[in-house]
């Protein structure tokens, strides 16, 4: 996909079934432009879209499949609903491929997936924010689509409603075996949702790949400034300690204390570690109030040419860890390549992202 005005894109990607690809760069930076050019409700200079054997988009040939004969789910910011008809209503007026009596069964069918069959007979201005986007998000899987295109889907909704339809996407999205494709400004949509992760800037991609890979890579600046570096990748629910206020939770080949949480053992969940949060030191310390001190080993290290901090990749089995640290502090314990240290991490400092027990 590559164009020089009026939004300068030059990028090309994939995302496959069962992925969630979250598209995270800053307002202006083409983001919204890449999911209409999926749809086919923009057509750049140079494009070329293809859903599996299908192609939607090749200005190299002049293909150009229309939107309407895409099939595309696109839930938007601002809903887009009918205000004039039901939630029921809204949701058959994509269901125009199927025969009338199959409508409605249907609709209410997707209104049971979105946890909204008593409230199918209400208008838009009837629903809260939360339910209105549940709405929009059963619509676009009405027209049985191909791939799902989310567009800041949680902007209009408060942080406590963004958590609730975070978890109902993440649990649709572990049944349905097609690609999501989610543009955000918000770091918390890409670390509860995401799978794979494009970081645009100025309609060109800074990097692209994996989650945990990218998370976990000491050399990109750009996400410093704009979130923070910090790992994340997934751990198991061993035990929820209530007495002692903490979460035991394994991965790879360790384990980690978190504060307490309503989890469930054996749940799945992801983990954010900041790199400011975690210490080094070259000898398991003695007499300290923190859980956590994992044996890791120096696998990268990374100066910042225009200040004092370092980053300091850590290897724990096959968990990669940042440590942002600063310069003193590298020559003092004398980290290298190869360096056997601990990471200290307080309990506190690491965030669990997952479905609470009900």
């Excluded at 140079?46 to 090749?58: F, I, L, Q, Y």
């Excluded at 983990?271 to 030191?281: C, K, P, Q, S």
């Amino acid at each position: 996909m590559r164009q020089r005005t009026p939004i300068p894109l030059d990028l090309e990607f994939t995302c496959d079934p069962g992925d969630v690809l979250a598209i995270f760069g800053p307002s202006g930076s083409g983001k919204s432009t890449i999911l209409r050019s999926i749809a086919g409700l923009y057509h750049p200079e140079h494009v070329s879209v293809r859903a599996g054997s299908e192609t939607w988009s090749d200005s190299a040939s002049k293909t150009f499949t229309p939107p309407h004969r895409r099939a595309v789910g696109i839930v938007f910011q601002e809903y887009a609903l009918f205000p004039h008809l039901t939630a029921l209503g809204n949701v058959m007026t994509a269901l125009g491929h199927r025969s009338s009596p199959e409508r409605q069964p249907r609709a209410e069918e997707l209104l049971r997936l979105v946890h909204l069959s008593d409230h199918q007979d209400r208008r838009p201005h009837q629903l809260s924010g939360g339910e209105r986007q549940r709405v929009a998000l059963a619509r676009a899987l009405a027209r049985e689509p191909a791939v799902l295109l989310l567009d800041e889907p949680f902007a209009a909704v408060d942080r406590t409603v963004r958590r609730r339809l975070q978890d109902e996407i993440d649990g649709l999205r572990r049944t349905l075996d097609i690609p999501l494709v989610l543009v955000t400004h918000d770091f918390d949509d890409v670390v509860r949702l995401a799978t794979r992760l494009l970081i645009l800037e100025k309609g060109k991609a800074i990097a692209a790949g994996t989650l945990t890979d990218l998370t976990s890579r000491p050399d990109l600046p750009w996400l410093r400034d704009a979130v923070g570096l910090g790992s994340v990748f997934e751990a198991r629910v061993v035990k929820r300690d209530r007495q002692r206020g903490l979460l035991e939770l394994a991965f790879d080949e360790g384990t980690l204390f978190a504060s307490d949480r309503a989890l469930d053992a054996g749940a799945t969940v992801r983990l954010r570690i900041a790199a400011r949060d975690v210490i080094l030191a070259t000898s398991e310390p003695p007499g300290l109030s923190l859980h956590n001190a994992l044996p890791a080993t120096v696998s990268a290290v990374s100066a910042d040419s225009a200040g004092d901090h370092v980053v300091v990749q850590l290897a724990i089995g096959r968990v990669l860890l940042l440590a942002e640290v600063t310069r003193d502090a590298i020559a003092r314990l004398g980290i290298a390549v190869g360096a056997r240290v601990y990471a200290l991490i307080k309990s506190v400092s690491i965030d669990v992202v997952g479905s609470e027990s009900r």
